[in-house]
């Protein structure tokens, strides 16, 4: 689990504010802070997008990038 991510100041908004009409495979959970999820467009777009042992990761923000990038395996799990 992500223990710096209270470091940084910004806000994740909350599983239900993920509009309800977005399709599940339009949105991912952050592995590197499970419950905080992401539009995988905008993740995207934002190259918060990791590929590690032939999976595609989602991540919430530019922290949780550089933490996953640190140590991926301790994040990396299977889909």
């Known amino acids: 689990m ?3 991510h209270s470091a940084h100041e910004h806000t ?12 599940a495979t339009e949105v991912a959970e952050c592995p590197v802070m499970p419950g905080s999820m992401t539009m995988k467009a905008d993740a995207e777009d934002a190259g918060l997008v990791r590929d590690y042992n032939g999976e595609r990761y989602w991540l919430c923000c530019a922290t949780c990038g550089s933490l996953f990038d640190a140590d991926p395996a301790s994040y990396a799990h299977a889909s």
Not at 15 to 22: F, K, L
């Open 12 to 23: 994740h908004p909350a599983p239900d504010a993920v509009s309800e009409a977005a399709a």
């Open 2 to 4: 992500c223990q710096n």
